[in-house]
C-alpha cells in the first residue's frame, strides 16, 4: 500500500504487477516535468520526461501522466520488476522557477519477488 | 557518452580543511548545476552555471564557492565546513540553461565533515 507522513512515502508491489507513483508539483507556471530513479548510493537517473502541452508520455514500460488542472503528476510502471525498487523522484522546472529543477519528496518503491 | 564523473566517491574532512569536488562532462552541454542531497530528501539545488558563467546561487553559505575553469570541468571548492554540511553532493548537466532538456546526474560525492 501507500503512506503519507513524515517519512518518504512509500509503495510496495509484488512483482509483475502495475505500479502508480504520484507527484503533486506546486508551480503552476511550471512547463516541464521529469521523473527521476535514485538507487541506493547513486545519483538520480533519467526515467522519464514531459512538457506541458502533453497529458500522457509513454516509454519503455513507462507512462507520464500530467493533469494541469490540478497539478499533479503520475508515473506507471508495467509489469514492475525487482530492479524497479529505488526512490522515484518528480522534478519540475519552468515559469518563475526559470532554469531552476526542483525535486519534489519522493517515493520509495519496494518489488517484492 | 552520457556521463557525468564526479570525484572522489567519498570525502571525510575536518571543520579546518580545505577540499574541493571535482565533476567532469564531455557531452557538450553548457549548463552545469551542484545539488546537495541529505538522507531520505531530494536534492536541493545549490548552484547553476551557464556557459561558464554562475547563473543561479541559491543563497548558498560562503564556506561553498564554485568555480567553472572550462565548459566541461565544475568545482566545488569547501572551507571551514559545518557537521552539518555533511551529505551527498551531486552534479549534473544538461544541454541548455533554462531548456526543456533533461539533467544528466553524477554518481555524487559522500561528504562526511568531522
Known amino acids: 500500500g501507500e503512506s503519507v507522513g513524515l517519512h518518504l512515502p512509500t509503495l510496495s508491489v509484488q512483482e509483475g504487477d502495475n505500479s502508480i507513483i504520484n507527484c503533486a508539483y506546486s508551480?503552476?507556471?511550471?512547463?516541464?516535468f521529469i521523473w527521476y530513479k535514485q538507487e541506493s548510493g547513486k545519483g538520480p537517473q533519467f526515467i522519464i520526461d514531459i512538457r506541458s502541452n502533453m497529458d500522457k508520455r509513454q516509454g519503455q514500460r513507462v507512462t507520464v501522466l500530467l493533469n494541469k488542472t490540478v497539478k499533479h503528476l503520475s508515473l506507471q510502471i508495467a509489469a514492475t520488476q525487482p530492479g524497479d525498487s529505488a526512490v522515484y523522484f518528480c522534478?519540475?522546472?519552468?515559469?518563475?522557477?526559470?532554469?531552476?529543477?526542483?525535486f519534489g519528496q519522493g517515493t520509495i518503491l519496494t518489488v517484492h519477488p | 557518452d552520457t556521463e557525468v564523473t564526479q570525484t572522489p566517491k567519498h570525502l571525510v574532512m575536518g571543520m579546518t580543511n580545505k577540499k574541493s569536488l571535482k565533476c567532469e562532462q564531455h557531452?557538450?552541454?553548457?549548463?552545469m548545476y551542484w545539488y546537495k542531497q541529505k538522507a531520505k530528501k531530494p536534492p536541493e539545488l545549490m548552484f547553476v552555471y551557464s556557459y561558464e558563467k554562475l547563473s543561479i546561487n541559491e543563497s548558498v553559505p560562503s564556506r561553498f564557492s564554485p568555480e567553472c575553469p572550462n565548459s566541461s570541468l565544475l568545482n566545488l571548492h569547501l572551507h571551514a565546513l559545518q557537521p552539518e554540511d555533511s551529505a551527498l553532493y551531486l552534479c549534473?548537466?544538461?544541454?541548455?540553461?533554462?531548456?526543456?532538456?533533461?539533467?544528466?546526474f553524477g554518481q555524487g560525492t559522500r561528504l562526511t565533515v568531522v
Open positions: 522534478a519540475e522546472m519552468g515559469g518563475t522557477s526559470y532554469g531552476k529543477l526542483t
Open positions: 557531452m557538450g552541454h553548457r549548463a
Open positions: 508551480n503552476s507556471a511550471s512547463d516541464y
Open positions: 549534473a548537466s544538461s544541454q541548455e540553461w533554462g531548456g526543456s532538456t533533461e539533467a544528466f
